[in-house]
């Protein structure tokens, strides 16, 4: 049978799930809450879903519901997240999944405490980039990694109007609300990052688009790596973003394209030119199909709370790193 999933939100990431679920026919009966009921019944329609709801808690309290996807801003996660595990449901939800680690510890009590599986909705994990990349690291392909380099950086601004421009919305900057992919995959490698450090430039402060929108974070891995993110989202760029990253090992080097395009590995043997997967390039379907599997046998899925605290733990570091070492105001004449 398949599990009955309840979005709460009808926004445009509900949207991008939605689609996506398309190719796991029978595994999902979909419905949708909105506080609008009329744009719940709006999405059903669109996306031919099992149901409406007229709000996020007729659907949570619905018996008739399995799990919940928390798709609404981030300030509204920590308390959408409890309300479904103290009814009994599963949840997966959307990353940045909570505020801070505080808001983490609270759910993974409750998670314990009602015995469900809570998935954070990290679907960067699951695409064919990270897996290939796993798999080429774990097989020694380029030896010892020494450095690794990591780059996303294109001009993507908000609108006036969008939610993520509020921080107390979203959660934080640009970096917090979208840089935690990326920082999720440098740090699901095979080898997790010790310690981090960040350097943030100011915000720019033209256009409505106010937030800090770029980030350096340098970081060390637990095996003795050092490695680098350059994140942007202000600085124009040439085909919509297509940028190169690398891993350095004692033994070759992996050339990839940032957004999982092609690797191109240079190690052991001859040079390799290898195409990870387009069908499912941003690993929505393999998310969506853990969390099924984890639903129904009870295991822990693989973006499990455990994992995302982790990335919180780095994110901490490198926001407390950035704030220390910003420099002062200054004054003309200074």
């Known amino acids: 049978m398949p599990v009955q999933l309840a979005f709460l939100g009808c926004g445009f990431i509900t949207g991008v799930h939605s689609r996506h679920l398309k190719g796991l026919r029978g595994t999902f009966a979909c419905s949708y809450a909105s506080r609008d009921r009329a744009k719940a ?8 879903g099992a149901g409406s709801y007229d709000g996020y808690s007729a659907a949570i309290e619905d018996p008739g519901v399995d799990a919940v996807v928390v798709a609404v801003p981030p300030r509204f996660h920590l308390e959408l997240v409890l ?28 998670r314990d405490r009602a015995g469900r599986v809570v998935l954070v909705g990290e679907n960067d994990h699951y695409k064919p ?9 774990a097989r020694g392909v ?64 033209r256009g409505p688009d106010r937030r800090s929108k ?19 989202r202000e600085v124009p760029s040439l085909l919509r973003g297509v940028r190169l990253s690398k891993l350095y090992g004692r033994d070759g080097v992996i050339t990839f394209e940032s957004n999982g395009g092609f690797v191109l590995v240079r190690g052991r043997g001859l040079p390799r030119l290898l195409f990870p997967g387009f069908r499912d390039i941003r690993g929505y379907q393999a998310m969506y199909r853990d969390f099924a599997g984890a639903v129904r046998s009870g295991r822990p899925p693989e973006m499990s709370l455990e994992a995302a605290m982790d990335d919180q ?15 002062a105001a200054t004054t003309p004449g200074d």
């Open 214 to 232: 770029s980030m350096l974070a340098a970081f060390r891995y637990a095996n003795g790596a050092a490695g680098a993110l350059f994140y942007s």
């Open 142 to 205: 380029i030896g010892d990694l020494v450095l690794a380099h990591f780059t996303t950086v294109v001009e993507r601004l908000k609108a006036a109007g969008d939610w993520r421009n509020d921080e107390g919305m979203a959660g934080g900057d640009a970096f917090f609300e979208e840089g935690i992919h990326w920082l999720h995959l440098a740090n699901s490698l095979g080898m997790s990052i010790a310690t981090a450090t960040g350097f943030a430039p100011p915000p720019s402060g």
């Open 313 to 327: 733990r780095i994110m901490d570091q490198i926001y407390a790193a950035d704030t220390a070492t910003a420099p």
């Open 129 to 137: 980039l990270a897996v290939c990349l796993r798999r080429l690291l």
């Open 83 to 110: 309300q479904a595990l103290s009814a009994g449901k599963h949840v997966l939800v959307e990353k940045p999944a909570f505020l801070c680690m505080d808001d983490y510890r609270r759910v993974r009590e409750a």
């Open 41 to 48: 019944e709006a999405y059903r329609r669109r996306y031919r």
